[in-house]
């Protein structure tokens, strides 16, 4: 007596079990794609949209995330690619949105973000390879703000010292300001208030100059307690003539045209010892 025949039923011609199916990561009707990498040290996603260009990927280690989206768009010229990233590390963070065109040039900026600092840069190169970027970083003490223009629009207070090369400064009214050891040039009209003040005290040992045209039209000095003036054509009061001249020890001649005849005073020191009356 034999045994029976042994036959091999698969699991789908069990009643009631569902039918196996293939599953693939692939729809062809949109050609999206997905897939999922698993090793030993990182995971890695991605779904791919084949028509429109666009990948997303993520990718996961240890010490690590990464995520990016990206999209390539082909023109009859030229190709764009655009990219936005996050990165985080331990110890860091940083994002970037970039766009590459092969014909007009890219354009990118980074924020990394870590425990003592913040750094933001802005770039733009042509497609001759000339790249210009701004860049601010900042850390508990400092912030350092590198660029060709900055505009700041608004109130704007300072309280502490700018220090510096400041170079150029373009602005309209500035109010409560000290000018300290500085050379001051300007082109226009000065209007001041009260007092002009040149100097701290009269001995002062550096005389204290005011030029009229580079010191070839005029000068008014001041050294010690005496103040010579000086002009190419002489001096007038009232436009009239006036002539001071140092004779010797402090004493001057000064003629005034003011008077019903006209008169020559002789002064020492600044004061008048007399005077002559010229006939007309």
Not at 42 to 64: G, H, K, P, Y
């Amino acid at each position: 007596m034999g045994y029976p025949e042994r036959k091999s039923i698969r699991p789908e011609q069990i009643t009631g079990y569902p039918e196996r199916k293939s599953i693939r990561p692939e729809n062809r009707i949109t050609q999206e794609m997905a897939a999922i990498n698993l090793k030993a040290d990182n995971i890695n996603l991605s779904v791919n949209n084949r028509i429109t260009n666009e990948v997303a990927q993520l990718n996961i280690r240890a010490d690590s995330i990464t995520a990016e989206v990206s999209r390539v768009e082909r023109k009859a010229d030229s190709t764009q690619t655009q990219v936005s990233s996050l990165s985080i590390e331990v110890g860091q963070i940083s994002t970037r949105v970039a766009n590459v065109d092969n014909r007009l040039g890219s354009a990118e900026s980074t924020i990394i973000q870590q425990a003592g600092q913040i750094s933001s840069k802005v770039s733009q190169t042509d497609y001759n390879g000339n790249t210009i970027a701004s860049l601010i970083n900042q850390t508990s003490t400092t912030v350092d703000i590198h660029a060709s223009k900055i505009n700041l629009v608004g109130a704007v207070d300072v309280l502490s010292d700018i220090t510096g090369q400041l170079g150029t400064i373009n602005a309209g009214t500035i109010n409560g300001v000290q000018i300290n050891s500085a050379n001051i040039n300007i082109s226009d009209n000065v209007y001041i208030g009260n007092v002009l003040q040149l100097g701290n005290h009269w001995s002062d040992i550096q005389p204290k100059r005011i030029e009229f045209g580079a010191g070839t039209g005029g000068v008014i000095e001041h050294s010690n307690d005496r103040i010579d003036i000086s002009a190419k054509y002489g001096l007038t009061v009232n436009f009239e003539p006036v002539v001071l001249t140092n004779v010797i020890g402090g004493l001057t001649l000064a003629y005034n045209n003011n008077q019903a005849y006209p008169r020559i005073y002789f002064r020492n020191m600044g004061v008048d010892l007399g005077y002559i009356s010229l006939l007309k």
